[in-house]
Structure formats: C-alpha cells, structure tokens
C-alpha cells in the first residue's frame, strides 16, 4: 500500500560528499565546446541526427550530454575532460544509474535502470557504436598530476579533506543542537 503521507528526508550536511567531489574536478579540468560539425559528426556516429536526438543508452528521450568516460574513479579525476569526444547524449535516468561505472559494464550490469534492466532492445547495435564513438579522434586523457606539480595538485585535494572533516564536525555539532531543540520546544 502506498503511503498517503511521507515526510521530507532531512538532509545531511555529510551526504553531500560525492557532489563535492565532482566539484572538485570539473572546476579543474578542461571544458571544449564542439563546432557545429563535430556536433553533426557526433550525432552520425550514433546513428542520430540534428532533429532525432536519442540517449545513447537506452534510446529514450534525452535530457543531457553525459560524460562516456567517467570523470572520477576512487575519488580522483581519470583525466578524462569534457570535450564532444567524451559526451553523447543521454536521459538523466541512464546518467544516474550509470554513475561512474565503464560504458560498456553498466549496460551489460543488472544494476537499476541499466539498459539490460531496462530490457532495450537492439543492445548489440548500441555497443557497436558506442565503441566506434569511442575510438572517434581517441578521447583525450591528461595525466593531471604531472601537468600541474605535485604542491598544487595536494594542495588542492587537501582542502577538500579539511571541507570533509569540517562537515563531519559539523554534522556532529548539528546533531547536538537538534537533540536539544527536539527535547525542549
Ligand atoms: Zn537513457
């Protein structure tokens, strides 16, 4: 039976870490915009053009270009970057199920919403050109690290850390002060 009344989740000032995360590499890397044709050349590779745009996954209707090769791994960028090579068109369920998982193993995977889950049909011709888009211009990777030196680069990952041990210090005091509202108002 459905539930005819749910309570707002109340948000934790820990439960953000991934988002930050991700902050913490897209403010760093790369953004290149495509030309027109590369967006055209894209879309042909996929099987799509200019007026029938699809998610590359699941062939529904998209909501946004995702990141083919993921951005992060273990908590640190890949040195993947954001340019064409490395985004197709997606819907946002396939982009949240996805993850930061390989292409290929989601889409194979029974994880939620994954296009076995989801039972697409013509899986094998999404693969074949998926592969073909990834082999399209080779998609850049930077050795990160390298580029930038190694103070700046820890610099950088230590001040996420002290964010992190900030909001779990936080989350404590905030736990604290909610004890004491609940038991006296
Ligand atoms: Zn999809």
Redesign the pocket.
Known sequence: MKPRFKMPTPMKITGRTSTLTHAFITSIIPHIEPTEDQIIESLEILGMSLSDIR??????K?TEWDHLLPLVENKFPTGYISEIHNLVP??????QSKGNKYWKKWILSDAPLS?KS?K?SGIEGIISRLDKYEEWGSVTRINLEELVGQELWNNHWNNREKLFELMAESQILADKIKQIISKNH
């Open positions: 998610c590359a996954y699941c062939w529904d998209p997606a819907c946002g369920k396939c982009n296009p989801k697409v």
